[in-house]
């Protein structure tokens, strides 16, 4: 979709039409989590801290996340293309690879059924988007991004090899800045570049990346659209309206993100064995710890409990703006064993469990803000 966030506010409110918006909050605090294309012009783009985006388009339009509403959007969207085929992966909420081996019968050609799409997320949504169709999941993905917005790039089998040799080396999914500044030191400016290395050498300078860049030059990439694939971990984050080094304002925000955790993990069903600690310094350096349980959880307290040790070992010597709880090595909560019939510990988790279940039930029903911990309470 194209700069979806962006565009389903202004769907919502006409009066946006033609104006720089910029969604990701209005205080100055957060990051940037989409732009429309007249606030691009300006510089401006996703992951920016927003007093960035602010110096650089002092007069955009600067709106809170509400992805309640973008979720309501994408569902819509995810329902269009299934029309169209039963093998969709949604990768995102706004991105989903679709697979239109067999529907020539129905739809004609894969171009044409590609305009079909277009028009028919277009007619349900009023919302435009961009695809790329070729041979893999990684060529569509790139050709996506080729003609945007409201563009349609088609890599025919037979052109997949000419248009990777000729395509910049930061244009390809995964590469980042790093990697390709340690590549443009080889003089890799483009995909082509790669052939003038033997697959040895870049192997053994990249290991399994120089495998992938390799696979990628040849345009090789075999990985099925798969409709469904259960998450690898689930994770909250919050930004702070101040940076802090208060210990215990810190762990009210993990008390709070280890809640929104453990709700997202009953929704969806699943336990976690790994609880991670996120925290990120005033001049934006990433902390991340990690710890590995006996047991999976699915309780907030027992992430909490996790998360603080995490945080009592870690020395902070510079300010917090934001803090983040995630859980990890998830398995299916029916799969993750019973308590102890007669364990005292498991009697009091089986309480818990049966107490957070009903939280559950209150936020549903009257919204996040209906129910807070006596702790969290100013």
Not at 9 to 19: C, H, I, T
């Amino acid at each position: 979709m194209d700069a979806f966030y962006a565009s389903v506010e202004r769907l919502d409110d006409p009066a946006l039409e033609g104006k720089p918006v910029i969604v990701g909050g209005s205080s100055r605090r957060g990051v940037v989590s989409a732009a429309s294309y007249e606030a691009r012009t300006f510089g401006v783009h996703s992951a920016m801290p927003i007093f960035q985006a602010r110096r650089l388009c002092p007069h955009g339009i600067f709106l809170p996340v509400r992805m309640q509403r973008y979720a309501e959007v994408s569902r819509v969207v995810m329902h269009c293309l299934g029309e169209f085929s039963p093998l969709v992966e949604q990768v995102s909420v706004d991105e989903a690879y679709v697979d239109l081996t067999g529907t020539r019968g129905l739809f004609g050609p894969p171009e044409e059924a590609a305009r079909a799409i277009k028009r028919r997320i277009r007619e349900a949504t009023s919302l435009s988007c961009s695809i790329g169709l070729s041979t893999s999941k990684l060529i569509a993905k790139i050709a996506s991004d080729m003609d945007k917005p409201d563009g349609l790039t088609v890599i025919p089998p037979g052109e997949v090899r000419v248009f990777l040799d000729t395509l910049p080396i930061g244009k390809v999914p995964g590469i980042g800045k790093k990697s390709e500044e340690e590549l443009s030191k080889l003089g890799v400016a483009r995909i082509g570049d790669l052939s003038r290395f033997k697959p040895e050498y870049l192997a053994g300078r990249f290991g399994a990346f120089g495998e992938r860049l390799l696979a990628i030059s040849r345009g090789e990439d075999r990985s099925p659209v798969v409709p469904y694939t259960a998450p690898k971990s689930i994770s909250g984050e919050v930004t702070l309206e101040e940076d802090t080094m208060d210990p215990s304002v810190i762990r009210s925000l993990l008390l709070a993100q280890s809640d929104r955790v453990a709700r997202r993990l009953r929704k969806q069903g699943f336990r976690g064995k790994t609880v991670t600690l996120k925290l990120k310094t005033g001049d934006f350096t990433s902390i991340t710890r990690s710890s590995t349980l006996e047991r999976p959880v699915q309780l907030a307290g027992a992430i909490y409990e996790e998360a603080v040790k995490l945080l009592e070992a870690e020395r902070l010597k510079q300010r917090v703006r934001l803090v983040g709880v995630g859980v990890g090595k998830l398995e299916p909560a029916d799969e993750s064993g019973q308590l102890p019939l007669f364990d005292e510990k498991g009697t009091r988790e089986e309480k818990m469990e049966r107490a957070e279940r009903a939280m559950d039930e209150i936020v549903d029903r009257f919204g996040r803000g209906a129910l807070k911990r006596g702790s969290q309470l100013e």
